[in-house]
């Protein structure tokens, strides 16, 4: 891992990322996602956190967006920052799906975009960005190989805190 600067090790000590599956592999239906994520969400407040990174996919991270969004509304020092894996991640997705991105994009507090164009590696390199720049990760995970298990792998190696919401 780089070495970070004062300012940025302060920032990353009151970081939390989100990762999780996709909706079609999710084994609950989405409120009851949504309660334990805004369960966790409003637990790493309560512990100091105060900025927050989504990823931007279908699914958890925009549904983990939205909860943090919603806390913002009352809570001036909370931030929303989207890791985009590149650029037109949302165009092939349903219409609903594009206009939740969308919106979350705009209400965001900034905007990283990893690559121009699609490519596999684009997302472990979001990934990876995301936990390389928080303290806490808070993930939906079933047990399923893929993205969200390797991100989960990198963040135990790297000794940053985990939380697991197995549902």
């Known amino acids: 891992m780089a070495q970070l600067s004062l300012n940025e090790e302060e920032t990353r000590l009151k970081t939390c990322a989100f990762t999780g599956h996709r909706p079609e592999k999710l084994n609950a239906e989405p409120a009851v996602i949504k309660r334990a994520l805004t369960l966790e969400i409003d637990i790493a407040i309560a512990d100091g956190f105060t900025e ?6 279908r699914g958890v991270d925009l549904w983990a967006a939205e909860l943090v969004l919603e806390r ?11 890791a985009v894996p590149y650029e037109g991640f949302e165009q092939k997705w349903a219409l609903s799906w594009q206009n939740l991105y969308h919106d979350v994009l705009s209400e965001s507090n900034g905007v990283k975009i990893f690559e121009k164009h699609f490519s596999y590696s684009s997302f ?6 995301m936990v390389d720049h928080s303290s806490r990760v808070i993930a939906v995970y079933n047990g399923e ?3 969200t298990k390797n991100t989960l792998d990198y963040a135990r190696k790297i000794g940053i805190d985990v939380r697991i919401l197995d549902i």
């Open 52 to 57: 927050f990174i989504t990823g931007m996919a």
């Open 124 to 129: 472990q390199t979001r990934n990876r960005w």
């Open 72 to 82: 913002r509304k009352s809570n001036a020092c909370i931030s929303l920052f989207c």
């Open 145 to 147: 190989k893929g993205g």
